[in-house]
């Protein structure tokens, strides 16, 4: 049994997705991050950098509990664990890893500056904006290119690469991004829309899903003092 520590965003996404498709059992806990539950010393203690998803194995390594945080990781994780979705020939192993620290460190990071300074900051800077809505657009650019000349991001197969990036590009509009503009991205954004695992995954904690407008506690506890505290 698998505790999933998570709340419906992108992030938590990933994870829900690789669940749902390994068959993994596992049970949910709502980390609310408007009310503020990714500072609670419980939750802490399973992911010290303070963000979702975390999860606890009761069936880990040697057959214990083990704990981890960071999406990509635990994607890695799973998919060592169940022997799917991360190929184990050396190139292709590395080809889905590479496209999943893309993810991890371009896809993620500037898309969700886009999603802040396009929707949730307070103030509407000029200078912010275009610098993410035209970093996202790039951004889609190469995943376009690269689905010009391969199925799948990591090749012919469908990898944890996929299941990373897929949930970022749900809501391109909020990002400054036009879908027709890519259509290899569409052709594979819908593919994977398809799947019946990935239509589950985003499901999970569906009903808070977030509708842009966040009360002044919620954008204390995502973008104000309490974020940045010392723990």
Do not use: C
């Not at 500072?39 to 083990?66: Q, R």
């Not at 704990?67 to 192993?93: N, Q, V, W």
């Not at 996929?162 to 819908?190: H, I, L």
Request: no cysteine.
């Amino acid at each position: 049994m698998i505790d999933l520590y998570t709340w419906p965003t992108p992030n938590g996404h990933k994870v829900h997705i690789m669940l749902e498709e390994t068959g993994l059992e596992y049970t949910v806990h709502p980390i609310n991050i408007q009310k503020g539950d990714q500072f609670s010393e419980a939750f802490l203690k399973i992911s010290p950098n303070n963000k979702m998803p975390a999860i606890v194995d009761h069936a880990g390594p040697g057959g214990g509990p083990y704990s981890l945080f960071e999406s990509g990781a635990i994607l890695m994780y799973l998919a060592d664990k169940t022997g799917h979705f991360l190929p184990t020939e050396i190139r292709a192993r590395y080809d889905a890893i590479q496209w999943l620290m893309f993810q991890m460190g371009g896809i993620g990071p500037m898309l969700g500056q886009a999603h802040h300074f396009l929707g949730y900051a307070p103030e509407k800077i000029q200078y912010a904006m275009d610098r993410y809505s035209k970093e996202a657009n790039r951004l889609y650019g190469v995943i376009d290119r690269r689905l010009g000349e391969s199925e799948y991001l990591a090749g012919a197969e469908y990898t944890i690469a996929d299941m990373a990036v897929w949930p970022w590009t749900r809501r391109p509009e909020r990002q400054g991004v036009n879908r027709d503009e890519y259509p290899n991205f569409t052709r594979w954004f819908a593919t994977i829309e398809a799947r019946p695992a990935v239509q589950r995954g985003v499901q999970v904690l569906a009903e808070h899903q977030s509708t842009g407008t966040l009360t002044d506690e919620a954008r204390r506890n995502m973008f104000g003092d309490a974020q940045y505290a010392r723990r």
